[in-house]
């Protein structure tokens, strides 16, 4: 079997593919992985000095994503232990079944910190999107998808995210989800897709954002769509400029 790189288009004859590449970090439970992503590409997005912080990709989206784990995972004491949660930023605080999130000195609310870490989280997420996109249905190599590649692998530009804000505490997952974490695509008919956008669903988390290059038109003509797909399940869309845009607890739950 030869192996192309999803990332960086290269093949196994100028490239390794030793190690395996987890499509979600290890760290929030992640299980698969992708065959197509090179050992230069894997390491990159797991490496702190890549990232020019003291965070790399893979640790913005385990400081975001961790809490509503593991806040489901307590919510079910049926489920198996899965380790202490562990975060420099936050941390769970539970009364009378339900939480709140106590924030850590080293997390901080200036602009600069938030603009740093949100675009670190973004960029966490087309790397998700792309590896599990692969994964499942094989694509990812095409032209259409260099922005993403620019954006996430090589930090050029910028793409923008959408995050839906639910409007009931009701959210269907699979029985493992919170301990293995699952990213899905059209699992509920409120995620909208079509050729230029894409929606995706994780751990109770609803986002937005383009996969090709858009105009203006195009983005608002989705934006309208989108929420009028929604209409009744969701309170609106935040395009996300900062980590606190996105509910990190998922507070809908405490309703």
Known sequence: ???????????????????????I??????????????????????????????????????????????????????KRKVGRFKSKYFEIKERNGKYRLVVKPSFSLQPSF??????????GLFKMFLEELNRQKGLGFEENFNVIRAFARYDEGDLPVFYFRRKFGVILMLKSEAETPVLMFDRMHYLFSNEKYIEIEFLGHVFGFPITEFNIESFEQYAKESVSLKRGHFTGAIAINRLIDVDLILNVLNK
């Open 1 to 23: 079997m030869s192996y192309r790189c999803i990332w960086c288009l290269e093949t196994e004859q100028s490239v390794s593919f030793d190690k395996k590449a987890h499509t």
């Open 25 to 78: 970090p290890k760290s929030l439970g992640g299980q698969n992985f992708n065959n197509n992503v090179c050992d230069s590409c894997n390491e990159y997005f797991g490496n702190r000095s890549s990232n020019k912080e003291e965070y790399s990709i893979e640790e913005a989206l385990k400081e975001t994503f961790n809490i509503s784990r593991r806040r489901f995972i307590l919510a079910n004491s049926t």
């Open 114 to 123: 938030q603009t740093k870490i949100c675009r670190s989280f973004k960029r």
